[in-house]
């Protein structure tokens, strides 16, 4: 019988980029500019996602350069971003974590107010 070594698919990340967790949603809204969406969605590895219908979001868990490094046993955040398309065509995104109660920074929250 032949002998067979299988590699955890995780061997080859870093201990710093897996414990680097974080949670977010995506409004069903924002599906509708399909190339900004690809780029914002190529800075996770997504472990989870779960579409809310009563909320109309999709929740999502995943790892991220992005994200805080989070130790084993502790909640995962969640996070809010800010993203600005650049003349070249990339986005730059920026993680921004949100408080306790989900509420998303105190920035974000100043934003919001101001867009209307």
């Known amino acids: 019988m032949d002998s067979i070594t299988v590699r955890k698919s995780t061997d080859s990340l870093s201990d710093n ?5 974080g949670r ?7 599906t509708g500019n399909d190339e900004l ?7 996770f590895l997504i472990v989870r996602a779960e579409y809310r219908y009563d909320t109309e979001v999709i929740e999502y868990s995943a790892v991220s350069e992005l994200f805080d490094p989070v130790d084993e ?4 955040p969640e996070y809010e971003f800010i993203i600005n398309s650049e003349k070249n065509g990339n986005i ?12 998303g920074s105190k920035l974000l929250r100043t ?6």
């Open 37 to 43: 969406l690809l780029k914002f969605m190529s800075n």
């Open 73 to 76: 046993g502790y909640e995962i």
């Open 111 to 116: 934003l919001r107010k101001l867009d209307g």
């Open 17 to 21: 980029f897996r414990s680097r967790k």
């Open 92 to 103: 730059d995104v920026r993680a921004i974590k949100c408080d306790q109660e989900g509420k």
């Open 24 to 30: 977010f949603k995506v409004s069903i809204d924002s």
